[in-house]
């Protein structure tokens, strides 16, 4: 990479590390999540250690968080308020561990191991035992002097008192203000209930309680503080170690993490992190890592300080819900039932613990709101066990040569076209029965007891016929008769089996031209709007050139059904195994000239339990007398048959004034009109 280029890239991360910085530490109201700011801040370091005479004056790697707001008092600190580094696995870990031993050689090692908060750091200032001044971290140089809000905490002591030693003459604190878990929802439960905002997260809370002008309103906000450390102590504090120190700040009333461990090696300390990890969501407060740190406080002098940064101590974080990576390829996947899924081939990323490289990106419209291209940089999230999911691009590091992403013209798998009709969301494949990617499906629906009705051919069998190449589509299904010896290889499929599916088979031929249709899996096309089609074009040619208009006017078919028919006919390979099933054999008796029937075009609705038959037989009485049979209810709801435990259907047909019927009312009725239950 060229000097220029080197300088453009650490001039724009300097500029987005100081935006998200003044978001964060000035604005509290983060922007992107800790992890990804990690990301961006060790980008710019690694540059300025590959190129370190290119390195930028206002670089962050040298500074802590933003310059503080003017409305509070700034005030220095008199022992700056550093960062910590930070390593985000075990071998980061350990080579953590090997410097500092480097650099005390031949001593003991101990590590004192504490909950890393996600709050907000402060200083506290106690003299003569009095709290006389609260200080926010700031840019870690000057921070803002906020005592007033500080006293309102209430788990934080005011005065100092000790049974077991004397009050110091000058005590510096340090630790995060905070706010549980508990208090956290239960204020935005308030606040919901008022109408008032709500916060994103707990620290979000914590950070613009503590920083309000009105001291009340922190007053009104449940925070908490825990301590971390101790800055300054006159006279001396006497203890040895960082533990012992912690240790002796309860004794003032101060509260510490509700975890805290020493641990003997390095080997205990990554026992310890796997151990908080999972008891994360159980603890009280957010966490989002361990802090790790020398435990011995002469070993920590000995060990001194880096610009930014102590040696002795480090951040280790939980795995991350987010980071950044880039865009390899957008390829196109088809699912069973069409669908056409655009997946991102990423630059493999570690996210939550686990590498990704593909992510489903839902859709074209997905893609169009994220304005995602082949070559950006993007933000993955993951966070537990949720699938990862790209939620952010930056096109502050898009390459010139970004390639925007469109929807494929045809299938991926079957080179049919790809279809989506004004007002849906999902692209799909429109060669239905013949697209591979579709196969199982289209074969489940074909055989299935309201379609074709063939038994034998379940899920696994029909894997089995795949697998031997038997199936390409629907229309095999009538010559597997011609390979009787491979079938006799299934395991488990014997003479009997394959006699047995092969009559099946040769049964199904004689069907009825709904059922035929309804066996074909066009979208957006059920039972009833089978026996629509069937009753309204008689025949399949009509079918096949029935035009959007003809289409519409058929009872139970909108508008987006119609255009889903036409695109199934209009798809060669789908007409062709059409034209093989009925080559195959696939006949239905001549349609009988339509008459007006009783109930045509009325909608009605079944609920409930029926006792003497079943809902499908309720549902084909109806059907038969030209009923549309619905799952809902409505105004334009002619009848509902409620049997026993009708429920909110009940309720709404009672409100709406639709006419009902029980079970034995519902078959006198038909009775009347030459319906009967079977004998």
């Known amino acids: 990479m060229d000097q220029t280029a080197v300088v453009v890239q650490m001039r724009q991360l300097i500029r987005l590390l100081a935006q998200h910085n003044h978001a964060y530490y000035v604005m509290d109201q983060p922007t992107i999540e800790d992890s990804e700011y990690d990301q961006l801040f ?6 300025e250690q590959q190129y370190p005479d290119l390195t930028q004056s206002d670089t962050p790697t040298n500074t802590v968080g933003a310059k503080a707001l003017s409305k509070f008092e700034n005030i220095t600190h008199t022992v ?4 910590l580094g930070n390593v985000f696995n075990q071998e980061d870990l350990m080579a953590f561990a090997r410097r ?7 001593q003991k090692i101990q590590y004192d191991v504490e909950l890393k908060f996600d709050g907000l750091a402060i200083s506290l200032w106690y003299e003569n035992g009095v709290l006389v001044r609260g200080v926010t971290r700031g840019d870690g140089e000057t921070g803002e002097v906020i005592t007033q809000n500080v006293k309102t905490i209430r788990n934080l002591p005011k005065t100092l008192n000790s049974l077991k030693g004397e009050v110091p003459q000058l005590l510096e604190v340090r630790g995060e203000v905070l706010m549980p878990k508990a208090g956290f929802e239960k204020l935005n439960a308030e606040n919901l209930e008022k109408g008032e905002k709500t916060f994103a997260n707990p620290r979000n809370a914590a950070a613009g309680s503590l920083r309000q002008l009105d001291p009340s309103i922190a007053a009104s906000r449940p925070l908490a503080f825990y301590a971390y450390g101790i800055a300054q102590c006159e006279p001396h504090h006497g203890q040895l170690t960082m533990s012992a120190s912690l240790e002796w700040l309860t004794q003032f009333g101060f509260a510490v993490g509700e975890r805290h461990f020493v641990c003997d090696s390095i080997e205990d300390v990554q026992t310890v992190y796997e151990k908080i990890n999972a008891e994360r969501p159980n603890l009280s407060v957010e966490i989002d890592g361990m802090v790790i740190k020398v435990d011995d406080l002469k070993q920590q002098k000995q060990l001194g300080f880096l610009s930014r940064e102590p040696r002795w101590a480090t951040a280790y974080k939980f795995p991350a819900i987010a980071a950044l990576t880039t865009v390899d390829q957008i390829d196109w996947q088809v699912g069973r039932t069409g669908t ?3 997946v991102a081939r990423l630059n493999p990323v570690a996210v939550g613990g686990v590498t990704v490289s593909n992510v489903t990106l839902h859709n074209i419209g997905e893609i169009h709101r994220l304005d995602v291209r082949i070559g950006d940089t993007v933000s993955v999230y993951r966070s537990g066990d949720v ?6 691009v930056w096109p502050e590091f898009r390459p010139v040569d970004a390639i925007e992403v469109k929807l494929p013209e045809s299938c991926p798998v079957c080179a049919s076209p790809v279809v989506m009709p004004e007002g849906e969301a999902l692209a799909r494949c429109s060669g239905g029965l013949y697209c591979a990617a579709q196969r199982i499906e289209a074969i489940r629906h074909f055989v299935s007891r309201k379609a074709m009705d063939i038994e034998g051919l379940g899920d696994r069998w029909a894997e089995s016929l795949l697998h031997l190449d038997l199936l390409k589509d629907v229309a095999d299904i009538y010559h597997l008769h011609e390979h009787r010896e491979k079938l006799l290889t299934i395991e488990k499929m014997g003479e009997k089996s394959v006699q047995n599916l092969i009559d099946s088979i040769e049964n199904s031929k004689k069907t009825t031209f709904a059922s035929f ?3 074909l899996g066009i979208r957006g096309v059920g039972e009833t709007t089978a026996r629509m089609l069937a009753n309204t074009f008689q025949n399949l040619d009509a ?3 029935a035009d959007l208009e003809a289409l519409k006017k058929t009872p139970d078919v909108g508008s987006i059904t119609a255009e889903w028919i036409i695109d199934f006919f209009q798809a060669e390979h789908n007409v062709e195994v059409v034209d093989r099933l009925i080559a195959a054999g696939i006949h239905w008796d001549n349609p009988v000239a339509p008459t007006r029937q009783p109930l045509n075009g009325e909608s009605w609705v079944i609920t409930g339990t029926l006792s003497q038959m079943g809902r499908d037989q309720a549902t084909q009485m109806l059907q038969a007398l030209g009923a549309r049979v619905s799952g809902s209810i409505s105004s334009k709801t002619k009848c509902l048959v409620a049997g026993e435990k009708a429920g909110s259907k009940l309720d709404k047909a009672e409100k709406l004034g639709v006419n009902i019927l029980n079970e034995t009312d519902f078959l006198a009725l038909m009775a009347e009109y030459g319906q009967h239950l079977d004998a």
């Open 42 to 47: 060790h980008q710019l370091k690694a540059l």
């Open 80 to 83: 700056p308020m550093l960062s």
């Open 100 to 106: 500092i031993e480097e650099r005390l050689p031949n």
């Open 340 to 342: 056409i899924t655009p």
């Open 387 to 392: 699938i990862p999911k790209v939620e952010k």
């Open 517 to 519: 249709i309804f066996a």
């Open 543 to 545: 079918l096949k050139a």
